[in-house]
């Protein structure tokens, strides 16, 4: 009887500790230069065991990240000012063996690659980069804001540190022009 309670004791601590070490793997840094937001995310451990076998198989692989823009708003419901989704692909030939890389923001292709770096694709895929996604002219001066990431992956079966889910987090920001 004490070794069960132990066990459901061990289970749920890990429930719990689980969402904070997914918290602890994405990393969010928003800056505002200009009349830009500028946003920079890193996944850390994203490109699992998982991730590289889809891509190895010659599977189309993608990371999405849907990010909001929110307001904070005191004793009501936090209001969304933007939103973006931005999305890292990677195409494997194995015949080739070369990844043709692409970033999409919003359906729009920003940027293409071509590699034989395993490197090259890990950092392509796991990181954006100094990513200019909202004007910073729907901002009211000295309010709290915050960006909210929520990262997948796909194809199905591969999963993000252990989420098939996906992760997600935020990070907070004062908006002094």
């Keep these: 009887m004490m070794f069960r309670r132990l066990v459901v004791f061990a289970l749920a601590l890990a429930a719990v ?3 904070l070490r997914a918290a602890e793997s994405l990393r969010i840094v928003p800056l505002v230069r200009d009349d830009t937001v500028i946003v920079s995310v890193e996944l850390a451990d ?14 189309r692989t993608t990371f999405t990240y849907e990010v909001e823009l929110r307001m904070v708003v005191p004793v ?13 692909l990677d195409q494997y030939d194995n015949l080739t063996r070369l ?4 970033l999409m923001i919003d359906g729009r292709v920003q940027d293409v690659s071509v590699t034989d770096d395993e490197s090259v694709v890990e950092r ?3 990181n954006l980069h100094r990513m200019p996604l909202f004007r910073a002219s729907r901002l009211e001066a000295n309010r709290d804001y915050y960006v909210r990431i929520r990262a997948s992956v796909r194809p199905r079966g591969t999963s ?5 889910g996906g992760i997600s987090g935020q990070e907070r920001f004062t908006f002094i022009p």
């Design 46 to 59: 994203a490109y699992t065991r998982e991730v590289r076998e889809a891509i190895a198989s010659g599977l």
């Design 99 to 102: 990844h043709s890389l692409s």
């Design 17 to 19: 500790g689980a969402p």
């Design 160 to 164: 993000l540190l252990g989420w098939t």
């Design 76 to 88: 009501w419901v936090d209001r969304t000012i933007a939103t973006a989704v931005v999305s890292t």
């Design 124 to 126: 392509w895929l796991t």
